[in-house]
């Protein structure tokens, strides 16, 4: 699937969102209530979940049942993020299933959740095909205008929105009033977007407030679940989820093997980004039961794990792990035993070992913790970049691709194939 296919799918599915969240709101409250922010008729969270659901769950379209399980958590998570996130942000609830059985925190809700997996599975088994199918029909020229004048125009509703929410539009009068005639008129014209988006979040959404309380000046380093936090605890866990992965092969294998994501150091990015995203996610629900735990970090985990090795084979066409020999595996990405380690695994992090890293990690200095984090930030990302490049350049030689660029030349020169094979030892091509 291209990536014009992936964007017109991204609008296509927020406008049909729009389409069902207004005809539902005109239902309940027996008139018309615009469910848009700005110019376009969409609702971008059908939009995410609608392209994450087809890109990462469309080998399992010829599986309803999987299909509709899929669909069902990577929508609700989404939406939970959603509803956090804007809560967050703006100081107010967006939507409310309080009042409905089986909720978590009144943003996600068994019978959502439901009707989240019917929609994905028709979705991606019937809808995903006729869309992808009508925009191929277009000519070249109409369909090239049409997608990037309905992406420019998503873009400037999106910023717009964004921009709002941080309370931006209260403050462009003042600056209406200074500057240059060219910066007063962009202002002006960012003021009406700015307050029309305004009044239209505000119609669609009575409740939304956005009044921003005042950022206090932090007396701890990382406190609560920040950033800082955040990015430390993803690197930790990189290098202790490397040295278990490679220890764990060494037991049962009887080899020593690399387990390695990347070209420098020993960092499993697969299992940093699960301890970061756990944290994330569960860090509200650190004191429930260890049983609400378990189940929460099987079933994240094992679509966490699932979307990674998707991503990673398109990206790379590359499969780093294979669990087909294993009972109880969905297409060899994951098994249940694997899954059920995660919930074990989110019980162990949230009850015995986040408690002593937290404070470990809060204890640190604010100016110095600034400094460590920025640099491990800089390290990471010029890691994460030069593993993409040797990756990508190891996929190209398998294809007979010649270096002809600086970069190729580089790579290599430093990154040969008996490099990659050591690094990455159960990588498998596919086409």
């Given at each position: 699937?291209?990536?014009?296919?992936?964007?017109?799918?991204?609008?296509?599915?927020?406008?049909l969102g729009w389409v069902l969240e207004t005809t539902l709101a005109a239902i309940?409250?027996?008139?018309?209530?615009?469910?848009?922010?700005?110019?376009?008729?969409?609702?971008?969270?059908?939009?995410?979940?609608?392209?994450?659901?087809?890109?990462?769950?469309?080998?399992?379209?010829?599986?309803?049942?999987?299909?509709?399980?899929?669909?069902?958590?990577?929508?609700?998570?989404?939406?939970?993020?959603?509803?956090?996130?804007?809560?967050?942000?703006?100081?107010?609830?967006?939507?409310?299933?309080?009042?409905?059985?089986?909720?978590?925190?009144?943003?996600?809700?068994?019978?959502?959740?439901?009707?989240?997996?019917?929609?994905?599975?028709?979705?991606?088994?019937?809808?995903?095909?006729?869309?992808?199918?009508?925009?191929?029909?277009?000519?070249?020229?109409?369909?090239?205008?049409?997608?990037?004048?309905?992406?420019?125009?998503?873009?400037?509703?999106?910023?717009?929105?964004?921009?709002?929410?941080?309370?931006?539009?209260?403050?462009?009068?003042?600056?209406?009033?200074?500057?240059?005639?060219?910066?007063?008129?962009?202002?002006?014209?960012?003021?009406?977007?700015?307050?029309?988006?305004?009044?239209?979040?505000?119609?669609?959404?009575?409740?939304?407030?956005?009044?921003?309380?005042?950022?206090?000046?932090?007396?701890?380093?990382?406190?609560?679940?920040?950033?800082?936090?955040?990015?430390?605890?993803?690197?930790?866990?990189?290098?202790?989820?490397?040295?278990?992965?490679?220890?764990?092969?060494?037991?049962?294998?009887?080899?020593?093997?690399?387990?390695?994501?990347?070209?420098?150091?020993?960092?499993?990015?697969?299992?940093?980004?699960?301890?970061?995203?756990?944290?994330?996610?569960?860090?509200?629900?650190?004191?429930?039961?260890?049983?609400?735990?378990?189940?929460?970090?099987?079933?994240?985990?094992?679509?966490?794990?699932?979307?990674?090795?998707?991503?990673?084979?398109?990206?790379?066409?590359?499969?780093?792990?294979?669990?087909?020999?294993?009972?109880?595996?969905?297409?060899?990405?994951?098994?249940?035993?694997?899954?059920?380690?995660?919930?074990?695994?989110?019980?162990?992090?949230?009850?015995?070992?986040?408690?002593?890293?937290?404070?470990?990690?809060?204890?640190?200095?604010?100016?110095?913790?600034?400094?460590?984090?920025?640099?491990?930030?800089?390290?990471?990302?010029?890691?994460?970049?030069?593993?993409?490049?040797?990756?990508?350049?190891?996929?190209?030689?398998?294809?007979?691709?010649?270096?002809?660029?600086?970069?190729?030349?580089?790579?290599?020169?430093?990154?040969?194939?008996?490099?990659?094979?050591?690094?990455?030892?159960?990588?498998?091509?596919?086409?």
């Amino acid at each position: 699937m291209s990536l014009e296919h992936i964007l017109w799918l991204f609008i296509c599915f927020s406008v049909l969102g729009w389409v069902l969240e207004t005809t539902l709101a005109a239902i309940r409250t027996r008139r018309y209530v615009d469910r848009s922010v700005l110019f376009g008729p969409w609702c971008i969270i059908y939009g995410v979940s609608g392209v994450l659901i087809t890109v990462g769950l469309w080998e399992l379209r010829g599986n309803l049942l999987f299909l509709f399980i899929g669909s069902a958590v990577l929508a609700t998570v989404v939406e939970w993020l959603a509803g956090h996130l804007l809560e967050n942000v703006s100081h107010t609830r967006w939507w409310d299933y309080s009042n409905r059985r089986f909720n978590l925190d009144g943003y996600i809700c068994l019978s959502a959740s439901v009707l989240w997996g019917l929609l994905g599975a028709v979705m991606v088994r019937w809808g995903a095909p006729l869309l992808t199918g009508l925009y191929d029909l277009m000519p070249s020229l109409a369909r090239g205008i049409l997608l990037w004048t309905l992406a420019a125009l998503l873009v400037v509703d999106g910023i717009a929105s964004v921009l709002t929410l941080a309370g931006v539009a209260h403050k462009l009068p003042a600056l209406q009033r200074t500057g240059r005639r060219l910066d007063a008129v962009s202002a002006r014209l960012g003021g009406w977007i700015l307050t029309r988006t305004e009044r239209r979040i505000q119609k669609a959404y009575p409740a939304a407030s956005f009044v921003h309380a005042k950022r206090q000046k932090a007396t701890v380093f990382a406190a609560g679940c920040s950033f800082a936090k955040l990015f430390l605890l993803f690197f930790i866990g990189a290098f202790l989820g490397d040295v278990v992965e490679t220890i764990f092969c060494r037991v049962t294998g009887g080899v020593w093997m690399s387990r390695s994501s990347v070209v420098w150091g020993p960092f499993s990015l697969v299992w940093g980004l699960a301890l970061a995203l756990a944290t994330l996610l569960l860090y509200r629900y650190k004191d429930k039961p260890a049983s609400f735990l378990f189940v929460a970090g099987t079933v994240l985990g094992g679509a966490y794990e699932y979307l990674c090795s998707v991503f990673t084979e398109l990206v790379f066409g590359t499969v780093f792990w294979d669990y087909s020999k294993i009972p109880f595996n969905l297409g060899g990405r994951i098994n249940l035993l694997y899954c059920f380690f995660w919930g074990f695994a989110a019980v162990a992090w949230f009850k015995v070992a986040y408690p002593p890293f937290s404070r470990w990690i809060e204890s640190i200095p604010i100016l110095p913790g600034r400094i460590l984090t920025a640099v491990l930030v800089v390290f990471m990302v010029a890691n994460v970049s030069m593993s993409a490049l040797a990756m990508g350049r190891y996929s190209q030689r398998a294809e007979g691709v010649p270096a002809t660029a600086a970069w190729q030349v580089y790579m290599d020169e430093h990154y040969p194939d008996e490099t990659m094979r050591r690094i990455y030892p159960n990588a498998i091509r596919t086409d």
